[in-house]
């Protein structure tokens, strides 16, 4: 049985509304007064005048920026080898990911090269990160991923069709700064799965198999442990959000404070998640994602309520929590009644805010869902996690039923 467990974070997180004016002084006080920031973010980004804003605020405060607008949707590994020379012919001192999850894993993994070397394959899995990495910092502007906290990044393999995933608290950045104002501008869709993702990290992490309970063998190294007291709060924290601001969120883009509920909701499931660690869901969603090119929160969001009903046998009392932090009133109702409450609660929010209820509706056929099933069961380092056991056929069940 485990005894110990160990809190990682990012370096420094500043949190609030119009928190990106301080981007300046945070990094002048982190040593970089003469350095050049690379900007990894996207066209979208640029176009909208987000990536501006932020270097407007680098040029008030002395430092010098170039930007990087290649960033895309689950980018390639060789996007990095492109980014890393972008930012060697910049003199770049600092890498700063501006965007959704999928920029600031572009930037995450960069760093790790221009640190190291080589290529990002040679990185991939968990705590294969020989050392520090070039310094990083990253900006949200949806509130889902967590990426600005969390020890992973995760693009796509074009070689071998799928999503593959560098693990290193390594790769956290030094600074992030989470400013709710940037979010304003993110699409209903956007809002949406990237809501909805949000919640799957904060249930993933506070239903997870407990730190004592975690099955890691002897000599393996990971960074996920399972939960324990820190990724409760900061996990339970995120789910109450979440069902407190998500709808409000989608249905109201400018509603500010629901803007700010959501960004705290996915800061607080990314330290939660990066900690504890992901389950079924994800192992779940990558060879879907991969194979319907649906957006990565939508594919969570529409697998949650089914491993949730799945994963509820094994511990009723801990999804009567969720119930409860989702705002199910669950007075009078035994411990498995408000387990079910707490999954239809889910299916309700999802209904709501427009994310599917079936696979078949994001294009998945029944041929594929053995398929999906056979390489979800691989992925050994994250069903570990899931506080239910899940073998194969388990997989193909819960496919099944999502179908």
Known sequence: ????????????????????????????????????????????????????????????????????????????????????????????????????????????????????????RDYLGDCVVPGPVFPLACVPTTAG?????????????????????????FLRPRLSIVDPRLTVSCPVHVTADSGIDALTHAVEAFTAVTN????????????????FVLTDLTAGKAIELVGQYLRRAVEDGNDLEAREGMSLAALLAGIGFSNSGVAAVHALEYPLGSAVKTSHGRGNGLLLPYVMDFNRHADPDTFAVVASLLGVDTEGLTEDEAAVAGVEAVEKLKEDIGIPSRLRDVGVTEEQLPVFAKVASGLVRILRVNTREASRDDLESILRAAF
């Open 145 to 169: 991923t967590g990426s600005e906290v969390t020890a992973a990044s995760v693009l796509s393999d074009p070689e071998r069709g799928m999503k593959v995933a560098v693990l290193s608290d």
């Open 212 to 227: 004592e309970r975690f099955p890691l063998p002897a000599g393996e190294r990971s960074v996920y442990q399972g939960s």
């Open 1 to 120: 049985m485990r005894t110990t467990w160990t809190f990682h974070s990012a370096g420094r997180i500043v949190f609030g509304v119009d928190a990106i004016a301080s981007l300046g002084d945070h990094l002048q006080e982190l040593g970089a007064e003469t350095d050049r920031v690379l900007v990894v973010t996207d066209e979208m980004l640029v176009e909208a005048g987000v990536c501006g804003q932020v270097t407007d605020v680098l040029d008030a405060a002395g430092i010098g920026s170039e930007v990087f607008s290649q960033g895309c949707p689950e980018p390639p590994l060789d996007l990095a080898m492109t980014c890393a020379e972008a930012a060697r012919e910049a003199k770049a001192g600092w890498l700063l990911g501006l965007g959704g999850g999928s920029n600031m894993d572009l930037a995450k993994v960069t760093a790790c090269v221009l640190a190291h070397g080589g290529h990002p």
